[in-house]
C-alpha cells in the first residue's frame, strides 16, 4: 500500500459560483465522504495537487489528507479535468474507516514472458489490465501479479485464474479475458497459392514474321 499526504481546507461556501472563484485564486474545490458521515467540502492548493497527481497511482494510492489541524485517511475516487484546459475542476475522497471494506480497482502486472511468444512468435494480447477488488484498506496492494509464462498460442487468462493474496476478494467477473497469446500472422508474400496452383510465367511474345 502506497500513502502520500496533501493539506486541505474545510470550506462552507459551495455552489458553482463560488467554485469558479475558488479556481481563480488557486485552489481546488473537493468533497471527502465515507460511511456514516455527511460529505465536507475543502479547498486543496492546486499546485500541490498537481505535484500530488503526477507522482501516485491514483487508485491505490491512501491519501493523508492534513485538513484544519486533524488528518483523515482517504482514497481519491474521482478526478474532473476540464475538457478543453489543463485545469482541475473537482475531486472527490472517499474516507477510509478502519476495519470496513472497499471496492478498488488495481492494476494486473503481467510477469514472464508466455511460452507461445517466445517459442512460437505469437503475439500477446492484453485485453483487461485492472480488476476491481474488495479489500480492507491496510492491505491495498500497489498491483496484482499475473504469471503468463505458461500460456501457448490460443491460449487465454480469465479473471478466475488470477492468483490473489490472502484478504482480498475478486469482483470483476470470472469469465472476463485478461490476456491471450494469438497465432502469429502470416505475410502475404509467405502464402502459397490457392488450390496449389502452378504460378503463371510471363513469356515474351514471339516477334511476327516478315509479310
Do not use: C, W
Not at 474545510?10 to 463560488?18: F, L, N, S, V
Not at 488557486?26 to 486543496?44: D, F, N, T, W
Not at 474532473?80 to 492494476?107: C, N, R, S, W
Not at 476478494?169 to 502459397?192: F, H
Request: proline share 5%.
Amino acid at each position: 500500500m502506497s500513502t502520500a499526504a496533501l493539506s486541505a481546507t474545510a470550506r462552507a461556501d459551495t455552489g458553482k459560483g463560488a467554485a469558479r472563484a475558488m479556481r481563480r485564486a488557486g485552489k481546488v474545490p473537493a468533497v471527502i465522504y465515507g460511511h456514516a458521515r455527511e460529505a465536507q467540502s475543502l479547498a486543496l492548493d492546486t499546485r500541490e495537487l498537481e505535484r500530488l497527481l503526477d507522482r501516485i497511482a491514483v487508485e491505490t494510492t491512501v491519501v493523508e489528507l492534513a485538513i484544519d489541524g486533524g488528518t483523515k485517511r482517504a482514497l481519491i475516487r474521482e478526478v474532473q479535468k476540464h475538457p478543453f484546459k489543463k485545469q482541475l475542476i473537482h475531486v472527490d475522497f472517499q474516507e477510509i474507516v478502519a476495519g470496513e471494506k472497499m471496492t478498488v480497482d488495481i492494476p494486473l502486472k503481467f510477469v514472464g514472458q508466455p511460452e507461445g511468444v517466445r517459442v512460437g512468435g505469437g503475439i500477446l494480447d492484453i485485453q483487461n489490465d485492472h480488476v476491481k477488488i474488495s479489500v480492507d484498506p491496510a492491505n491495498i496492494p500497489n498491483a496484482i501479479d499475473v504469471d503468463i509464462a505458461k500460456l501457448g498460442i490460443g491460449q487465454s487468462m480469465h479473471v478466475s485464474d488470477i492468483a490473489v493474496p490472502a484478504g482480498i476478494t475478486l469482483l470483476t467477473d470470472g469469465g472476463v479475458t485478461i490476456a491471450i497469446v494469438q497465432a502469429p500472422k502470416v505475410s502475404e508474400e509467405a502464402a502459397p497459392a490457392e488450390g496449389g496452383a502452378e504460378p503463371e510465367v510471363l513469356r515474351a511474345k514471339k516477334p511476327a514474321d516478315d509479310k
